[in-house]
């Protein structure tokens, strides 16, 4: 099968198309003709092998995963022995937390997967997986948000962040979402009951009195929690620096604030699925490029001026 390789950390150049052979199907497998990709920061983190402490997971010297990427949509062509839910054609749609989803086919434990709704593209469910899994475990699992309650979400135009303004929406919440000027617009008709543009308006001075505050984008300090928050979740960060320094102070107080990675299980890509196919959420995607561009599509995401989604198409 065609996949991109990587044998050592650095940027998108030295992904390399290549033939591999496929490993023998493990029994909770199901192997998956890859459809559609999305990028995600996730991915250039891993290319990169950055923050440097994430090696200690991914491989200290050299990546021990060669194939990078996480989300993907695509057909079941193949079911291990002990598999329960899937069958042979099955349209489906997953993330793997350990790579390999950047090739012609993918090979992933069922529970990693959910179906896809009739009418809508592999492009469009391939873009749900991370951002959508982030989002909706940072409003329901973590954030706890409730009908009737107000949320400020920083970095609402982009993949984690755009989700969220339809996800909060859904569950029947007030919105304000931080954007930039020119995105203002777009998270507006994401739902967005009120825009604060970050660069009019200096987010560390506002002031407010949220139920919730989500940062997706990863600016915010705790004291921008504390001073605009009953609660919040924080998603993004700058830099591990900036990370430590929040939860530090965190430790030290009695705020309520969550920092999370969001796991992948198939209760909540079928809940994704089914507000997807409710008309709840509507997947934007920015940009889409072949599978052949899959080191564009990364380095565009590298360069953090996303809004919505990144998606690489096998079908081109």
Known sequence: ???????????????????????????NEIRVKVMANSANPADWHILRGAPFFARFTTGLF???????????AGIVEKVGSKTKHSKVGDRVYGESLTGGAFAEYIQID????????????????????????????????????????????????GGVGHFAVQIAKARGAKVTAVCS??????????????VIAYDQIDIHQQKGNYDLIIDANGNLNFDDYKRMGKRGVMIGFTSMGHMVGVLFKKMLGS????????????TDLEILAHLIEQKHIKVQIEKTYSYKQIPDAIAYIESMRTKGKVAMSWEK
């Open 181 to 194: 000027t020119k995105n203002k617009s777009f998270v507006e008709t994401l739902g967005a009951d009120d």
């Open 255 to 266: 705020f309520p604030l969550t920092q999370f990675t969001a796991e992948v299980n198939k």
């Open 110 to 157: 069922e529970k990693c997967v959910a179906f896809m709704p009739n009418e809508i593209s592999f492009i469009e469910m391939a873009c749900v997986p991370i951002a959508g899994l982030t989002a909706l475990q940072a409003i329901d699992t973590h954030g706890k948000l409730k009908a009737g309650e107000s949320v400020l979400i920083n970095g609402a135009s």
């Open 1 to 27: 099968m065609k996949a991109f390789i990587k044998t050592q950390y650095g940027g998108p150049e030295i992904l390399h198309l290549e033939e591999i052979e496929l490993a023998p199907l493990k029994e």
């Open 62 to 72: 050299k990546p021990k995963e060669k194939i990078l990427g996480a989300d993907f």
